[in-house]
């Protein structure tokens, strides 16, 4: 029996009638759509936030907080370990490994009641370069703070690695926040083109995936569910493969490379770069925010005036013929600068600017014709562009102060901008924002003066924000007592070495006019003292030499020799520029080369030149052992690897003694070097010169100098003043004068 269906059609296809509403009662309303759409969402935000709450009851952190999706570290060697203290508590302290790229500082491992306890971060600004922690921003505020709010214990703790990027900076902030952090003062941005990193996957994942995985990184379920996957083995092992891996040392291009040859314009490296930027001052935030610590980010600051680009490259897309064109008018431009032809250089790089608009060097220029001018902010953005160009970018970038001021503005964290106080500072000084050697003695490292103002500027900065209460004392004067208690503890030798310091680093970066100004700043800071002296004249002569005034550079070496006679330094440069053509003197470099093996055993060049050169002097024997020596203490020395094979041609069926002959030195009262001689022991025990002799004025010239065969002369007998004049020469052999041919 089949049941009746009220809604059934009726016969003929009429549509069924529906029930009616019984009489009185209301017809159901109908669910508005965004309350439809609303509510949902709301109960899943409400399951989301107390899934978090019970998550972090749980102790499950954000992924942000305790990894970096970028790159990951293959150990965690801690930057401090327990040791005593002074009163014999437990301090922890700088641990040994990392005395290289630390200052050493200790502390507490219990923070007293009363303390606020400050982490200053970042590169080697932060450090101290190229000092150190004394007159760094982090010198001056363990100095000023106690000046400015004497309520509390002030401990200032610098952590600033020389060469850490902001990724090393987050990393070592995992274990700084176990140590009962109050504040992180952060100084990051210029390093983080020294590592080479290629980003695996990330580099080619779209921009709505990366922005969705960075907001999923900062919360607890994608951490609980990213554990979960992992102990379940259902996450692909792919992404960890693809992710660098990088040790505790800072292995930068520029160490592992011949120096800037490794560098090449890669814009989506540099995107990529400024993406990981961004993350790792976030993950800084979040590690503080976990355990309660502030952070005040500083925006980091460069020399802009007075400090070339490292690398220039040419436009992509440029054909040979006018990158040519390019290269002969910024030459052009250069020499038109040293007349001071303002107006003519800046036509020429004008129009070689707008070809190849992406030449750092070009735009370098075209900044300095413009200053000089007094076209300032026209100025400003030529330099702006020259430092953002640069190939080998060493300084932040724009792009990197925005992001950081974003951060800082997102997160709502304090943000002190150096950039824009030193600008201000040029503005009230100079009349234009343009910061350079005023404020900075490189590219990035400031003066003891930019240290300051930048430790003032964090002072009232942390008054602004309530961490410090400033007492009635708190003005001009207590700074000036600061810094006289600073500046106090450099003497002009300190000084002067780390300038002399500094522009060797910036000669082996190219950076010859930087390079020069440092060594020339060096010499007028420490006046005549000895190592200043010898290292920046050392430094200079190589500019010279290498600028083509070679007559400068041996006059240089010569008035420093006579302050330093003993200096082996400069006894290298002198041999090695004379073997230069234009002042070929091989006795005179061979006796300043037999000095520096006697003075640097291990050193393989020196035997290695030391070789060469009595080889070109027809001295083969001698030759011989000292380039096998050379090739003793490194297998690679080019040029003793070259020389050899040469000279057993040359020599033929005749056998060299292998064993190298022993210099010996002897001094004059001053120290100074006066003879020196190459002994070999005899089968009856005794010594004999067999070699070269040679003696040296007090003055470090040469004096004299004889050719030698198991005690014999054999070969040449010379003899010079004190100014370097030849009085005589006379040939030998087998200990008989022989008359000389004309032209020997």
């Not at 990393?171 to 990193?197: A, C, K, S, V, W």
């Not at 003695?441 to 003032?456: M, N, Q, R, S, Y």
């Not at 930087?514 to 060594?519: E, P, Q």
Request: glycine fraction near 6%.
């Amino acid at each position: 029996m089949t049941s009746k269906n009220p809604f059934r059609s009726k016969p003929g296809g009429e549509a069924p009638t529906p029930p009616q509403q019984p009489p009185g009662k209301k017809s159901p309303k109908r669910t508005p759509l965004w309350q439809a759409i609303v509510l949902p969402l709301a109960s899943i935000l409400a399951f989301f936030l107390l899934l978090e709450g019970a998550l972090a009851l749980f102790g499950i952190k954000p992924v942000l907080k305790t990894e970096d999706p970028f790159v990951g570290f293959a150990s965690n060697a801690p930057l401090f370990v327990p040791a005593p203290g002074p009163r014999g508590d437990q301090w922890l302290l700088t641990a040994q490994n990392k005395r290289g790229y630390f200052n050493v500082q200790g502390f507490p491992q219990t923070k007293a009641p009363g303390t606020y306890r400050i982490f200053t971060l970042g590169g080697s600004t932060t450090y101290g370069r190229p000092y150190d922690d004394k007159t760094s921003f982090s010198g001056w505020l363990r100095e000023l703070l106690p000046m400015a709010d004497s309520s509390r214990d002030w401990e200032v703790i610098n952590a600033g690695g020389i060469s850490y990027a902001s990724y090393r900076v987050a990393h070592l902030m995992e274990e700084l926040i176990n140590y009962q952090p109050d504040i992180f003062i952060i100084y990051t941005g210029d390093n983080e083109f020294l590592e080479d990193r290629t980003y695996g996957q990330i580099r080619d994942m779209s921009p709505l995936v990366k922005n969705t995985v960075s907001v999923l990184n900062k919360t607890r379920t994608w951490a609980a569910m990213n554990s979960a996957m992992r102990s379940l083995g259902l996450q692909a092992q792919e992404e960890e493969q693809n992710r660098d891996t990088l040790g505790d040392r800072v292995d930068t291009i520029l160490d592992l490379t011949v120096g800037l040859g490794q560098y090449r314009r890669d814009d989506a490296l540099r995107e990529n770069i400024l993406k990981h930027y961004r993350l790792s001052l976030e993950r800084m935030v979040a590690l503080a925010r976990s355990v309660d610590a502030e952070v005040i980010f500083v925006s980091p600051a460069s020399s802009q005036n007075d400090c070339t680009p490292f690398k220039s490259q040419h436009t992509p897309g440029l054909d040979p013929a006018a990158q040519r064109r390019s290269e002969q008018m910024l030459a052009q431009a250069k020499d038109t600068l040293r007349t001071e032809d303002w107006q003519k250089a800046l036509g020429i790089l004008e129009t070689a600017a707008a070809a190849d608009p992406r030449h750092a060097e070009l735009q370098y220029r075209r900044g300095q014709a413009l200053l000089a001018m007094g076209r300032y902010e026209e100025a400003k953005d030529a330099f702006r562009i020259a430092s953002d160009e640069d190939v080998c970018p060493l300084r932040a970038l724009t792009p990197m102060n925005q992001i950081l001021k974003n951060v800082a503005s997102e997160e709502r964290v304090a943000l002190v901008d150096y950039v824009d106080i030193l600008e201000r500072q040029m503005q009230a000084k100079k009349g234009y924002p343009i910061p350079g050697a005023e404020l900075f003695l490189d590219h990035v490292h400031p003066t003891i003066e930019g240290h300051k103002i930048l430790a003032v500027a964090l002072v009232d900065e942390m008054i602004n924000h309530g961490m410090v209460q400033p007492g009635a004392n708190w003005n001009d004067r207590a700074i000036a007592k600061v810094a006289a208690i600073i500046e106090g503890q450099i003497d002009s030798e300190t000084h002067g070495q780390a300038l002399a310091n500094l522009a060797r680093v910036l000669l082996w970066a190219g950076k010859l006019e930087d390079a020069a100004r440092s060594a020339r700043l060096a010499q007028e800071t420490a006046g005549d003292i000895r190592q200043v002296a010898v290292d920046s004249a050392s430094i200079l002569s190589s500019i010279y030499v290498r600028q083509g005034q070679l007559e400068r550079a041996m006059q240089l070496l010569y008035a420093t020799l006579a302050k330093a006679p003993g200096a082996i330094e400069l006894h290298l440069k002198l041999a090695e520029n004379l073997l230069e053509p234009q002042f070929l003197q091989l006795e005179k470099a061979a006796a300043s080369f037999l000095l520096v093996t006697q003075q640097m055993p291990s050193f393989d060049r020196g035997h290695s030149l030391y070789g060469y050169t009595m080889s070109k002097r027809g001295r083969l024997d001698v030759a011989y052992a000292s380039l096998l020596e050379a090739l003793r203490l490194n297998p690679n020395n080019t040029r003793a690897k070259a020389t050899l094979p040469k000279i057993r041609q040359m020599m033929g069926s005749q056998t060299a003694n292998p064993q190298l002959a022993q210099p010996m030195l002897s001094l004059y009262p001053s120290q100074a070097p006066m003879t020196l001689s190459q002994m070999r022991r005899t089968a009856d025990g005794r010594f004999v010169i067999d070699g070269i002799k040679v003696e040296f004025h007090e003055n470090g010239r040469l004096k004299s100098f004889a050719d030698m065969s198991k005690g014999t002369l054999n070969g040449f007998e010379m003899t010079w003043d004190s100014h370097g004049r030849l009085l005589s020469r006379q040939a030998y052999q087998n200990g008989s004068p022989v008359d000389l041919k004309p032209g020997t």
